[in-house]
C-alpha cells in the first residue's frame, strides 16, 4: 500500500536538519542563558583563582595547543561590570528574541558563532588574544536582524536593528581598528571581536536559512511497501 515517506535530504544535511528539528522552540533564550550562565561560571573560576585566566584567554599563536580556548575566551571577563555590561545586552536580545518566537535555527547560528566569530580573528592583523562577550553579543545582534528583516511584520524593527548594529560598527572602524582604548571602561576593547561576531551572526544566520528552505520543505515522496 503506498504510504508516505519523510522528505529526503543530501547526506551531510540530513544530519544538521535532524538536530535542528529536535531543539525546543525556546532555543534562543536558552543559548543565550547558556551563553550568560557560562560567562558567570567562567568569571568565577577565574576570579577565585580556581583556573588561571591565562589557561581561558584565546591567544593567536596559542590556540591550537588550547583548543577550547574557541568557547572559552568569548566567556572570560576579568572585569565585573563588564562581564554584568555584555550580560545584560545578551538577557535583551534574548528577550527580543523570545518574543519574536525566533526558530531554532537561529538559536544554532548563534551558537556556531561563538567559537567562529573567535576563529576568525586570525584573518585580523594586530590581535593577539581575545577575551569577553562581546562578540557573541553582536553575533545574536545580527542574527534577529537577519531574521525581523526576512518577515514584513517586522521588517521596520529589523532594519532599526541592522541599522543600529551597522552605526555601531562603523563607528568603530575595527577593519582599520581591530583594537582600540575605551575610554569609558579604561581599557582597550577587541573592537576587531564585534565585527567578527557580527559578520559569522550574519552569515549562519543566512546559511542556515537558506538550507531551510532549500531542504526542510521538500513535498514528500510517495514510497510502496
Not at 531554532?104 to 588574544?129: I, K, Q, S
Not at 542574527?143 to 548594529?165: C, E, Y
Request: aromatic share 8%; charged share 10%.
Amino acid at each position: 500500500t503506498p504510504r508516505r515517506a519523510r522528505p529526503g535530504l543530501p547526506g551531510a544535511a540530513a544530519p544538521v536538519a535532524r538536530f535542528v528539528h529536535c531543539m525546543s522552540p525556546r532555543a534562543w533564550p536558552h543559548a543565550c542563558l547558556l551563553l550568560i550562565a557560562g560567562s558567570a561560571l567562567v568569571w568565577l573560576l577565574a576570579a577565585n583563582d580556581a583556573v588561571p585566566p591565562d589557561w581561558l584567554i584565546w591567544r593567536f599563536d596559542g590556540w591550537r595547543q588550547q583548543p577550547w580556548t574557541l568557547w572559552t575566551g568569548p566567556l572570560l571577563h576579568l572585569v565585573l561590570p563588564h562581564a554584568i555590561a555584555n550580560a545584560l545586552a545578551l538577557a535583551a536580545l534574548a528577550v527580543l528574541g523570545a518574543a519574536l518566537a525566533v526558530p531554532p535555527r537561529d538559536a544554532l547560528a548563534l551558537l556556531l558563532a561563538w567559537p567562529l566569530g573567535t576563529l576568525a580573528l586570525l584573518w585580523v592583523p594586530g590581535v593577539g588574544a581575545s577575551y569577553g562577550l562581546g562578540g557573541a553579543v553582536h553575533a545574536a545582534a545580527a542574527s534577529l536582524a537577519v531574521r525581523t528583516l526576512q518577515n514584513p511584520d517586522t521588517r521596520v524593527l529589523g532594519l532599526l536593528v541592522a541599522g543600529g548594529l551597522l552605526i555601531k560598527l562603523r563607528l568603530e572602524r575595527a577593519w582599520a581598528v581591530p583594537i582600540g582604548f575605551d575610554s569609558g571602561w579604561a581599557f582597550n576593547v577587541i573592537y576587531a571581536a564585534h565585527l567578527t561576531g557580527a559578520v559569522a551572526g550574519a552569515a549562519l544566520a543566512l546559511l542556515l536559512e537558506a538550507c531551510h528552505r532549500l531542504f526542510g520543505r521538500r513535498p514528500p515522496r510517495a514510497a510502496v511497501d
